[in-house]
């Protein structure tokens, strides 16, 4: 039987469909329906987490039948695919159908995988909190108890100290002390830096550190919305203020009063929005889409983006006033290759979570594997080592090394790529002209292993050995299977 969670895909496109199930599959336990008929028989017989409908269907609007769903099955997290994204079928998506996503044709198969990993968690979590609701209704009592001491853990998991993972010698050691000496006081602040570098988690660092740690802390991602869409989101509107608004929504600026707003990806904002939240920011208040009263709120509010501002401004893209609004204070987050130094025990505290989270255990590392790991140039930072480690961790042995060989071919051949610079620096060592080949022979034939996961076989075809002689070569040199590295206690 299956453990994984069971999606629906429904699309009249036969490529459509099989592109998805083809690129899902291995992820989760994919059903396809090319119809509505088809997929409501699913939902009857079938327990399904998450449905990905198409919206331009011949029978039914995709958001028509995610209505129908919505009232049958209110669990299922629904999300619409479209190659249109017309902001009237968004917000009646989200209003109308209660829409977790609305993704936009052509779809990159590494974004939708992470979007689908999140509704799945959206989805265990609102079945968690049901059965917490029942018995909070049954233990009134502690609810308060069980609710602060929630925020004192959040509280301390991001802390500079618990939330911040980092070597003696970090570059992040100052963005630290900077986070640990704005954290009390209530100005806005701009977090600058590479996507995956953990803007969010800098930004969560100041609002559990702050004296507004026990309020609600809100995240949104200013570029996943249009305009009409993104201020209803973060201002509210009023029931009949739009097509689809059918009922009053609280915006996250009110649901956060007292709290922290974070604004992500601000730098996508359009000209037009960038004069509302301007206006907002410097009155302290909001108005909901369709309404005439205006709202206090008391929010302390913090940004982030991977563009740079400054350049925005002098292209005319953004405004000014709002930059110095919202950039009391800058901080910029360098990227992994700047702080290689921190990759050793980043990699152990990631592997350390996805031991707990895959219920799966090894000895760490090998040295070749962080060697590699730290020889990488990771463009996509800390979030793509994240997937590599939790790569590493699936396919490596039960109790065992990782070793270098289960590194992905992309970073595998990143890191030998950067290491192949400084094999000439071979010329300048000591020794006999015989000694310093052998040094580079040894070096080849680690290449090679290597790059052949260490099957003795194949690279023993690469370098036109017989495998006897490659292993006596192998004896020679020294070259074994990498040793443990002395990262796991880091």
Request: some cysteine; glycine content about 8%; aromatic content about 6%.
């Amino acid at each position: 039987m299956s453990t994984l969670s069971t999606i629906l895909i429904v699309d009249d496109e036969v490529r459509s469909l099989e592109s998805l199930k083809r690129n899902l599959s291995g992820d989760f336990d994919v059903k396809t329906a090319a119809n509505v008929k088809e997929a409501q028989a699913i939902l009857e017989s079938e327990w399904v987490k998450i449905i990905l409908c198409d919206q331009r269907m011949p029978d039914m609007l995709g958001v028509e039948f995610l209505i129908t769903v919505r009232e049958r099955w209110p669990d299922v997290i629904r999300i619409i695919i479209s190659g249109y994204s017309e902001a009237e079928d968004i917000i009646s998506g989200v209003n109308d159908a209660g829409i977790y996503q609305y993704i936009t044709k052509p779809w990159h198969p590494d974004s939708l995988k992470l979007m689908l990993r999140n509704a799945e968690r959206i989805y265990d979590l609102q079945r968690q909190n049901e059965l917490m609701a029942v018995e909070l209704k049954m233990a009134t009592r502690d609810a308060e108890k069980t609710v602060r001491s929630r925020k004192e853990r959040l509280r301390d998991h991001y802390s500079c100290d618990s939330g911040i993972i980092r070597a003696d010698d970090s570059p992040m050691n100052n963005i630290c002390d900077t986070l640990h000496q704005l954290a009390t006081y209530d100005i806005s602040v701009v977090i600058t830096g590479e996507s995956g570098t953990g803007k969010e988690l800098a930004a969560r660092t100041l609002h559990y550190s702050s004296l507004r740690w026990n309020k609600p802390f809100v995240a949104e991602n200013c570029g996943a919305f249009p305009d009409e869409l993104l201020e209803s989101e973060l201002f509210g509107h009023k029931k009949g203020a739009f097509t689809g608004a059918t009922e009053n929504h609280i915006g996250l600026f009110e649901r956060a009063d007292g709290g922290t707003v974070f604004l992500d990806e601000i730098g996508e904002v359009s000209e037009s929005f960038q004069v509302k939240l301007l206006r907002v920011l410097q009155e302290g208040e909001i108005r909901p889409v369709g309404s005439t009263q205006k709202r206090k709120v008391d929010i302390r509010v913090l940004a982030a983006t991977n563009k740079d501002l400054e350049a925005e401004i002098r292209a005319g893209r953004f405004r000014e006033d709002l930059y110095f609004r919202l950039a009391a204070v800058t901080i910029d987050i360098p990227p992994l290759k700047e702080r290689t130094m921190d990759i050793p025990v980043l990699a152990a505290f990631i592997l350390d979570e996805a031991q707990k989270h895959f219920g799966k255990n090894v000895k760490g590392f090998t040295h070749e594997a962080i060697d590699r790991m730290m020889a990488y140039h990771w463009p996509g930072n800390v979030r793509e080592m994240q997937n590599e480690i939790q790569h590493m961790l699936v396919m490596g042995p039960e109790g065992e090394l990782l070793g270098a060989e289960l590194l992905s071919p992309r970073v595998l051949g990143g890191s030998l790529a950067k290491q192949d610079v400084g094999m000439m620096s071979l010329i300048n060592l000591k020794g006999t002209l015989k000694e310093r080949v052998e040094q580079l022979e040894a070096q080849i034939i680690h290449k090679i292993l290597i790059r052949n996961r260490w099957n003795k076989s194949r690279a023993a075809r690469e370098l036109g050995l017989s495998r006897v002689g490659l292993r006596g070569k192998m004896e020679r040199y020294g070259l074994m299977k990498g040793e443990p590295a002395d990262t796991q206690d880091a």
